[in-house]
Nanobody
Framework: QPQLVESGGGLVQPGASLRLSCVYS????????IAWFRQAPGKEREGLSC????????SYADSVEGRFTISRDSAKNTVYLQMNSLNPEDTALYSC??????????????????????WGQGTQVTVSS
């Protein structure tokens, strides 16, 4: 059974950086896209970044492009989200999700959360002075 476990969240000040990790197991990254989402209290879940199974396609939401970077280390079964210049509006529960690349990138948007089969529990990021 595929599993995803996030880590790296915490409380940081505005302007700081964090790197989130998503350790996956039970599937081969070559076949699956992995994405990062976040959800703040009272708000809808937001897709942030996605990488295809082969790594040849990477997507970012407008809200984070230029500040966040997704990367992968297949040897460590880990996908990272490097987050820079954090601000209070970035406060949310951050989750990674996985699904077959064909499904994710065959859809209108790679951030349709209903297309993701497997989800982690999330890691909380709080940006506050």
């Amino acid at each position: 059974q595929p599993q995803l476990v996030e880590s790296g969240g915490g409380l940081v000040q505005p302007g700081a950086s964090l790197r989130l990790s998503c350790v996956y197991s039970g599937f081969t990254l070559d076949d699956y896209a992995i994405a990062w989402f976040r959800q703040a209290p009272g708000k809808e879940r937001e897709g942030l970044s996605c990488t295809s199974g082969s790594g040849d396609m990477t997507s970012y939401a407008d809200s984070v492009e230029g500040r966040f970077t997704i990367s992968r280390d297949s040897a460590k079964n880990t996908v990272y989200l490097q987050m820079n210049s954090l601000n209070p509006e970035d406060t949310a529960l951050y989750s990674c999700a996985a699904s077959p690349s064909e499904l994710v990138y065959g859809a209108e948007s790679p951030f349709l959360d209903t297309n993701y089969f497997y989800w982690g529990q999330g890691t909380q990021v709080t940006v506050s002075s």
